[in-house]
């Protein structure tokens, strides 16, 4: 069994590791200094440690407290909570029933530049930039020499400085792929200096990838590393992502790099579908072997409002039994739209399995009214329980760990780069898209033949597997589908769906960023 031993070191260093500057050209706000922080040799760890925090929680002390992000309640501020609504809330798979300011504005794809999750999610991404930025500056070779540090704790350094530059690439890549255009800033900047200038969408994916190519080997072999730590399997499957959106990114074709980097996460034998899907999304899931990188949660140690405990309380409500599911109490807010339900054949009783969690008693498939729960079927796939029944730790917040890369998608990133022309077999692609079905089946039931393996049939499929993993967006915009194609209910803010305006494949910069940085040109159409 795998154990999460990052999850109290991280808690550890968020409340040492002050920082709540979300300005990219200073440091971090800290309560202590480089000066004294690095006084004790595990410090460092404690460093990278609040890096990965970063992705969990959302300030100093938990659930909430001295948040890092300022102007927007500290629960909306979490960086998964903030990335799954972006990517889930716009499309076909998802509506949210609450009132807040700005959430509405997600459900029907009508946002503009004020919205305040779209802010915090730019703000979160260079909360992130910034933290790797001065750790990576910390712990140059000339600052360690300084410090007198030996040989082993400078190698295991060096390891982190490598897992900071993942961290680092992996924000720069949902920053790219939110907002396009945006600020590239690294440890070789001043600090203190003007505001960044913007760089192109095509500068930043191009350093991306250099990065993920240039640390790759410098990060532990798969199932050497410490879980929910970055390793070579997570780095792959990062580039894999960034090189199969490359056509949208920057207009070039580079599907048999995207082949090629899940081929060497598959070839590693490390990862194993798990015989049980269900398992992926509970509360026990850290012992699965298909999991390649996860932000691990912890109900007892690292707890927020945001990431699996957002998703497992607002996808309860009407007449489920909260107990069942593990929570205390439901939310009453996520849901499915009936263009989600209807890509699972047969809905709740049909014959993929992947569709176990739908709950259609006393929900309605029509959505009438966005804000009413019960418009909509009801979808809690997180559920805050064991593999055996047995409670999490903690019905308030969540032990599910969030699955951001997994060997189930990487299958699906090989059948498609087969389909996109990226070089392969199509007889593994379509292998590859059996196993899923078989398991999704419960036996060979599913399984197609070559002829229905299509791009079209893909997308559907990304859907079913991939559902509510907060991959949606991005697989629609791929596809064509997000804005001048693809209808479903309230896109566009009518109940009958409409065609929006193409410019909305990108997200604005923030309002309060433009005014804040006079070098920073706004999307176009905003």
Same mark, same amino acid.
């Not at 500068?203 to 993920?212: F, P, T």
């Not at 597997?465 to 629609?476: I, K, P, S, Y």
């Given at each position: 069994?795998?154990?999460?031993?990052?999850?109290?070191?991280?808690?550890?260093?968020?409340?040492?590791?002050?920082?709540?500057?979300?300005?990219?050209?200073?440091?971090?706000?800290?309560?202590?200094?480089?000066?004294?922080?690095?006084?004790?040799?595990?410090?460092?760890?404690?460093?990278?440690?609040?890096?990965?925090?970063?992705?969990?929680?959302?300030?100093?002390?938990?659930?909430?407290?001295?948040?890092?992000?300022?102007?927007?309640?500290?629960?909306?501020?979490?960086?998964?909570?903030?990335?799954?609504?972006?990517?889930?809330?716009?499309?076909?798979? !998802?509506?949210? !029933?609450?009132?807040?300011?700005?959430?509405? #504005?997600? &459900?029907?794809?009508?946002?503009? @530049? %004020?919205?305040?999750?779209?802010?915090?999610?730019?703000?979160?991404?260079?909360?992130?930039?910034?933290?790797?930025?001065?750790?990576?500056?910390?712990?140059?070779?000339e600052k360690l020499t300084s410090r007198g540090v030996g040989e082993? *704790?400078?190698?295991?350094?060096?390891?982190?400085?490598?897992?900071?530059?993942? *961290?680092?690439?992996? %924000?720069?890549?949902?920053?790219?792929?939110?907002?396009?255009?945006?600020?590239?800033?690294?440890?070789?900047?001043?600090?203190? %200096?003007?505001?960044? /200038?913007?760089?192109?969408?095509?500068?930043?994916?191009?350093?991306?990838? %250099?990065?993920?190519?240039?640390?790759?080997?410098?990060?532990?072999?798969?199932?050497?590393?410490?879980?929910?730590?970055?390793?070579?399997?997570?780095?792959?499957?990062?580039?894999?992502?960034?090189?199969?959106?490359?056509?949208?990114?920057?207009?070039?074709?580079?599907? +048999?790099?995207?082949?090629?980097?899940?081929?060497?996460?598959?070839?590693?034998?490390?990862?194993?579908?798990d015989p049980n899907y269900r398992h992926l999304f509970l509360a026990?899931?850290?012992?699965? @072997?298909?999991?390649?990188?996860?932000?691990?949660?912890?109900?007892?140690?690292?707890?927020?409002?945001?990431?699996?405990?957002?998703?497992?309380?607002?996808?309860?409500?009407?007449?489920?039994?909260?107990?069942?599911?593990?929570?205390?109490?439901?939310?009453?807010?996520?849901?499915?739209?009936?263009?989600?339900?209807?890509?699972?054949?047969?809905?709740?009783?049909?014959?993929?399995?992947?569709?176990?969690?739908?709950?259609?008693?006393?929900?309605?498939?029509?959505?009438? &009214?966005?804000t009413n729960f019960n418009d909509g079927i009801g979808a809690p796939?997180?559920?805050?329980?064991?593999?055996?029944?047995?409670?999490?730790?903690?019905?308030?917040?969540?032990?599910?760990?969030?699955?951001?890369?997994?060997?189930? #998608?990487?299958?699906?990133?090989?059948? #498609?780069?087969?389909?996109?022309?990226?070089?392969? @077999?199509?007889?593994? +692609?379509?292998?590859?898209?059996?196993?899923?079905?078989?398991?999704?089946?419960? &036996?060979?039931?599913?399984?197609?033949?070559?002829?229905?393996?299509?791009?079209?049939?893909?997308?559907?499929?990304?859907?079913?597997?991939?559902?509510?993993?907060?991959?949606?967006?991005?697989?629609?915009?791929?596809?064509?589908?997000?804005?001048?194609?693809?209808?479903?209910?309230?896109?566009?803010?009518?109940?009958?769906? /409409?065609?929006?305006?193409?410019?909305?494949?990108?997200?604005?910069?923030?309002?309060?960023?433009?005014?804040?940085?006079? &070098?920073?040109?706004?999307?176009?159409?905003?």
């Amino acid at each position: 069994m795998q154990n999460k031993t990052l999850t109290t070191l991280a808690l550890a260093a968020a409340l040492t590791l002050g920082a709540g500057c979300t300005d990219i050209t200073m440091p971090p706000k800290s309560t202590v200094t480089a000066a004294n922080i690095f006084n004790e040799p595990g410090a460092y760890k404690q460093f990278i440690a609040k890096l990965y925090a970063g992705l969990s929680v959302t300030g100093q002390q938990g659930p909430a407290g001295a948040g890092d992000i300022q102007g927007i309640d500290e629960g909306f501020s979490q960086y998964v909570r903030l990335l799954w609504q972006m990517q889930e809330l716009p499309t076909e798979e !998802a509506v949210i !029933a609450w009132g807040d300011d700005g959430v509405q #504005e997600l &459900n029907t794809q009508k946002w503009g @530049s %004020s919205n305040q999750f779209l802010g915090s999610m730019y703000y979160r991404v260079f909360f992130q930039v910034t933290l790797a930025n001065e750790f990576l500056r910390e712990t140059t070779d000339e600052k360690l020499t300084s410090r007198g540090v030996g040989e082993a *704790l400078r190698a295991e350094i060096h390891g982190y400085r490598a897992e900071a530059r993942f *961290l680092r690439a992996l %924000s720069y890549w949902h920053g790219i792929d939110l907002f396009g255009d945006i600020p590239l800033v690294t440890e070789a900047d001043a600090l203190g %200096s003007t505001p960044p /200038k913007q760089s192109t969408r095509a500068d930043v994916y191009r350093y991306v990838v %250099s990065e993920l190519n240039a640390i790759k080997p410098e990060l532990p072999a798969p199932g050497a590393q410490e879980y929910g730590r970055a390793d070579q399997g997570a780095a792959a499957m990062l580039l894999a992502n960034v090189y199969l959106n490359a056509q949208v990114y920057v207009g070039e074709n580079h599907y +048999a790099d995207a082949r090629a980097a899940v081929e060497s996460v598959i070839a590693t034998g490390k990862y194993h579908l798990d015989p049980n899907y269900r398992h992926l999304f509970l509360a026990d899931n850290h012992t699965s @072997s298909e999991l390649i990188f996860t932000v691990p949660q912890d109900g007892l140690k690292q707890q927020s409002y945001g990431g699996t405990t957002f998703l497992m309380h607002a996808e309860i409500g009407g007449s489920m039994n909260a107990s069942v599911y593990g929570v205390d109490g439901g939310w009453y807010g996520l849901r499915t739209r009936p263009e989600g339900y209807a890509m699972f054949p047969g809905g709740a009783g049909g014959p993929d399995k992947r569709g176990y969690f739908f709950y259609t008693d006393g929900q309605s498939l029509d959505i009438n &009214n966005l804000t009413n729960f019960n418009d909509g079927i009801g979808a809690p796939k997180y559920q805050n329980v064991t593999s055996t029944g047995a409670p999490a730790s903690n019905a308030g917040n969540s032990d599910i760990d969030f699955p951001m890369f997994r060997l189930g #998608e990487a299958y699906l990133i090989y059948a #498609e780069a087969v389909l996109r022309g990226g070089g392969g @077999s199509r007889a593994q +692609a379509l292998a590859y898209v059996n196993e899923l079905r078989a398991r999704a089946y419960g &036996n060979a039931g599913g399984n197609i033949a070559d002829p229905a393996l299509t791009l079209d049939f893909l997308l559907a499929e990304r859907g079913r597997e991939l559902f509510w993993e907060a991959h949606r967006r991005t697989d629609l915009i791929r596809y064509d589908r997000f804005t001048n194609q693809g209808l479903w209910q309230w896109k566009g803010g009518v109940k009958a769906g /409409k065609v929006t305006e193409s410019f909305r494949n990108l997200y604005p910069l923030p309002a309060s960023e433009l005014l804040a940085n006079p &070098n920073l040109k706004q999307n176009a159409g905003y």
